[in-house]
């Protein structure tokens, strides 16, 4: 007892430390029905995540975007000018120019190019190519040829001036621009920093600045600086633009990683935005269903609260949580005390049954908030379990104290109670007995549309309006999830069967209909070693199930343990008188009653290692133990007394508790039908003539001898029970063993057709 209280005590803990009692529970949730409006209980104050999501923004898009600068392209453009304008000034025709230069000086019929603006466009608007040609030639050669040479170089000289500003800042590529074309804006900042060098050496400029068309309009630095150049007359600047823009290669790369690095940083710099609310202030406007804005500001209402509790306030409240607690645990001890001996007397079922409470309040609590809400599925997963494992009082008690413990530790609201009370009571009713897997469905789709219907019908009852709730769809919507989470519920124990019935030590009808397939092994090997107690075996299971079903009883169960219960006995058929042919041969003869006796109490020995060898479950073993009880071998013990009697010094060998079963008695129901039905089968197959008269007496006698002696006081068999079950088995074995007529002899011609004739007019007789 001492040791059952000490994990009581340590359950009660662990349970108040599942539900988080130190803490008050935040029982709001999205989709509810604020009939009044909320106010603030405190001063607090928050972030306001729009406001602060604005600013970090704002800090990001101040920083400038990182290039790394590669001017080495652009270095080579003065040389490769000179070779190109000394090409223009050797050729007589445009014929002789080469086509690539031709096409970077735009001497063709269109550019390649969709660069340049204004300018470019005028240079093909000059004239042919060939005159175009004449033009560029013109302004390169001059009016002496001779000094070609010299206005070459000084053209190049200035063009190496000319580019100086691009050579410093780089120049950006064309599709990149595009690519960005959202993000990079003209005013957009960008670093230009060398290839190596640090962020800190670069210099910001803005996009306008690394664009080469930009910089070559009239605006740009490269387009206002023509006129300080001599040599690059106005004749030559078009189709320079043109060379430039055809020859030109970007010379910035784009730093993604450092960019976002610096981005990063931007935005964790900025402070977020805090918004102030004072005690009163409403927070959620009346009549209001609850979305994720308000959840959100109720949620930092009760942080800001939680954190102004201190430490003695928490733990006065998991004292007060224990003591509730421990109460409920008291009320459900008496019933379980009382009622549940599998669960009050063994250690290893109260642990279990503890653990699946702490589980579901664990998790539970866990699951409640938004946006899984899912504290109906551990609920109801263990209500179920319990429900087949035990009874449904005890999972109905069970579903009670935890929905009351799930609601104080989540919501706190009476509305949340009746739900998750409804639910689980909706699911337990129609669960007395698990005959298939498709009852434990049915039966969460019952839960379901109980889960659905009953948290509407609360909620047009809090606004008094069927419209109102049939056209909100987040309060629908949740509702119509919380059902779909019951039927997940039904398949989480509907797949987990093996398991409940291995941890309680339970059996459901699918796995006792499975065990009383006649292809078992274990009923294969009875059929072909013991064949007389097979017949026996089975004429028992139709007398056990009948007289189990009518006293309420599991008739299934009854049936399936009638067919194990004398397994044993196939371990040596021959010394038990329905597997002999001639009762007269019996091998007991030639052994004293002792021994005899020893052999016939050990099948029961053996067919508990036969049972635990081919992993029958314990109900079945408990009918192979327990069906015999602690009888007495009364045929041996007499026998045992005669000779006691003959031989004054071995009196001791006729001591009753030798010759007694070990037990135990029978602990259930089923167990006490299970002994008495075995009993008057074996005994009528020694009546001469089984009359109804006989039969009865015979049956009235077993009973009163088993009644007399104990067997029934540790099951929980009435004295009505007893006498149904008295009946029912006399009815069985009077069918069982019914009289026929019995046909005179006839003479040998007339036999047959007199035979035939009599069983014409008696056919009720057999």
């Known amino acids: 007892m001492q040791i059952r209280i000490g994990v009581s005590f340590v359950a009660i803990v662990l349970l108040v430390i599942a539900l988080q009692s130190w803490k008050s529970p935040f029982q709001y949730r999205r989709g509810d029905y604020i009939e009044h409006g909320v106010?603030?209980?405190?001063?607090?104050?928050?972030?306001?995540?729009?406001?602060?999501?604005?600013?970090?923004?704002r800090a990001a898009e101040s920083v400038p975007w990182i290039f790394r600068l590669n001017s080495a392209p652009l270095m080579s453009l003065p040389e490769e000018l000179r070779a190109a304008l000394g090409e223009i000034a050797a050729a007589q025709t445009l014929e002789l120019v080469p086509l690539t230069t031709r096409q970077n000086f735009g001497l063709t019929q269109q550019s390649s190019s969709d660069l340049g603006g204004k300018i470019v466009g005028d240079w093909f608007h000059a004239g042919s190519p060939a005159e175009r040609f004449a033009i560029l030639r013109s302004a390169i050669v001059g009016p002496d040829m001779t000094r070609a040479e010299q206005r070459i170089e000084a053209m190049v000289e200035e063009f190496r001036e000319f580019i100086q500003p691009i050579l410093e800042t780089g120049l950006i590529g064309s599709d990149f621009a595009q690519r960005q074309n959202r993000?990079?804006?003209?005013?957009?900042?960008?670093?230009?920093?060398?290839?190596?060098?640090?962020?800190?050496?670069?210099?910001?400029?803005?996009?306008?600045?690394?664009?080469?068309?930009?910089?070559?309009n009239e605006a740009?630095?490269?387009?206002?600086?023509?006129?300080?150049?001599?040599?690059?007359?106005?004749?030559?600047?078009?189709?320079?633009?043109h060379w430039l823009i055809e020859r030109a290669t970007p010379t910035l790369i784009f730093d993604q990683s450092a960019t976002a690095a610096e981005i990063a940083a931007a935005r964790e710099q900025v402070d977020p935005r805090m918004e102030r609310y004072l005690k009163g202030d409403l927070l959620v406007e009346p009549q209001q269903f609850l979305d994720q804005s308000h959840l959100s500001l109720l949620l930092d209402e009760y942080n800001a609260a939680e954190s102004k509790i201190h430490e003695g306030a928490r733990f006065s409240r998991m004292l007060v949580a224990f003591v509730m607690v421990a109460v409920l645990t008291i009320l459900n001890g008496f019933y379980i005390a009382k009622n549940e001996p599998r669960i009050a007397n063994n250690l290893n079922y109260l642990i279990t049954f503890w653990v699946a409470?702490?589980?579901?309040?664990?998790?539970?609590?866990?699951?409640?908030?938004?946006?899984?809400?899912?504290?109906?599925?551990?609920?109801?997963?263990?209500v179920l379990l319990l429900s087949v494992a035990f009874n449904q009082v005890l999972a109905t008690m069970t579903a009670f104290s935890l929905s009351l413990l799930l609601t104080m530790a989540t919501t706190g609201q009476f509305n949340h109670f009746l739900v998750l009370m409804a639910t689980a009571t909706s699911a337990i009713i129609p669960l007395k007995r698990v005959s298939t897997r498709a009852t434990l469905i049915k039966t969460s789709f019952i839960s379901a549309i109980t889960f659905f219907t009953v948290g509407c019908g609360i909620a047009i009852i809090e606004t008094q309006s069927v419209t109102e709730v049939m056209q909100d769809t987040q309060l629908l919507v949740m509702n119509a999830k919380g059902a779909a989470l019951c039927l997940v519920a039904g398949f989480l124990v509907a797949g987990s069967l093996p398991f409940i019935e291995s941890a309680f030590g339970v059996v459901t009808d699918m796995t006792l209909l499975e065990l009383s397939d006649p292809s078992h092994p274990l009923l294969q090997d009875?059929?072909?070693?013991?064949?007389?107690?097979?017949?026996?075996?089975?004429?028992?299971s139709s007398i056990a199930?009948?007289?189990?079903?009518?006293?309420?009883?599991?008739?299934?169960?009854?049936?399936?343990?009638?067919?194990?219960?004398?397994?044993?006995k196939m371990l040596k058929p021959q010394y038990f008188i329905e597997n002999l042919q001639d009762a007269s041969s019996s091998r007991h003869q030639q052994l004293n009653p002792a021994m005899s006796t020893l052999i016939i109490i050990g099948h029961v020995k053996d067919g508990v290692e036969l049972a635990e060898q081919y992993g029958l479950p314990q109900p079945i073993i408990d009918f192979i133990e327990q069906h015999h009880g602690t009888t007495l071998v009364?045929?041996?013990?007499?026998?045992?007394?005669?000779?006691?009697?003959?031989?004054?010094?071995?009196?001791?060998?006729?001591?009753?508790?030798?010759?007694?079963?070990?037990?135990?008695?029978?602990?259930?129901?089923?167990?006490?039908?299970?002994?008495?039905?075995?009993?008057?089968?074996?005994?009528?197959?020694?009546?001469?003539?089984?009359?109804?008269?006989?039969?009865?007496?015979?049956?009235?006698?077993?009973?009163?001898?088993?009644?007399?002696?104990?067997?029934?006081?540790?099951?929980?068999?009435?004295?009505?029970?007893?006498?149904?079950?008295?009946?029912?088995?006399?009815?069985?074995?009077?069918?069982?063993?019914?009289?026929?007529?019995?046909?005179?002899?006839?003479?040998?011609?007339?036999?047959?057709?007199?035979?035939?004739?009599?069983?014409?007019?008696?056919?009720?007789?057999?």
């Open 39 to 57: 106010a603030a209980k405190i001063e607090f104050e928050r972030v306001d995540v729009e406001q602060t999501q604005i600013a970090r923004e």
């Open 183 to 216: 993000n990079l804006t003209p005013d957009r900042r960008l670093l230009i920093v060398n290839n190596g060098d640090g962020l800190e050496t670069g210099r910001i400029v803005l996009l306008p600045r690394v664009r080469l068309q930009d910089q070559l």
């Open 220 to 241: 740009g630095q490269l387009g206002y600086s023509w006129d300080t150049f001599e040599a690059l007359s106005p004749e030559i600047r078009r189709p320079m633009i």
């Open 357 to 382: 409470i702490i589980a579901t309040a664990f998790i539970g609590r866990i699951v409640s908030l938004d946006p899984l809400r899912a504290e109906i599925v551990p609920l109801l997963t263990t």
């Open 526 to 540: 009875l059929v072909r070693l013991a064949p007389g107690t097979y017949n026996h075996s089975i004429a028992v």
């Open 545 to 568: 199930e009948t007289a189990a079903e009518r006293i309420g009883g599991n008739g299934l169960l009854a049936r399936v343990g009638a067919y194990f219960h004398d397994i044993g």
């Open 634 to 766: 009364e045929y041996f013990y007499r026998e045992a007394a005669k000779l006691a009697e003959c031989k004054p010094d071995h009196k001791t060998d006729a001591e009753e508790s030798s010759f007694r079963y070990p037990g135990p008695k029978p602990q259930t129901r089923e167990t006490g039908v299970m002994m008495i039905a075995d009993a008057c089968e074996s005994a009528c197959r020694s009546l001469t003539e089984p009359t109804p008269k006989r039969i009865e007496t015979l049956v009235n006698d077993i009973v009163m001898r088993r009644l007399l002696d104990g067997q029934f006081d540790e099951c929980d068999l009435k004295m009505s029970d007893i006498r149904t079950i008295q009946d029912s088995v006399t009815k069985s074995l009077i069918g069982i063993y019914h009289g026929r007529i019995r046909y005179p002899d006839a003479p040998d011609g007339k036999k047959k057709s007199e035979v035939q004739d009599s069983s014409v007019k008696q056919p009720a007789a057999n």
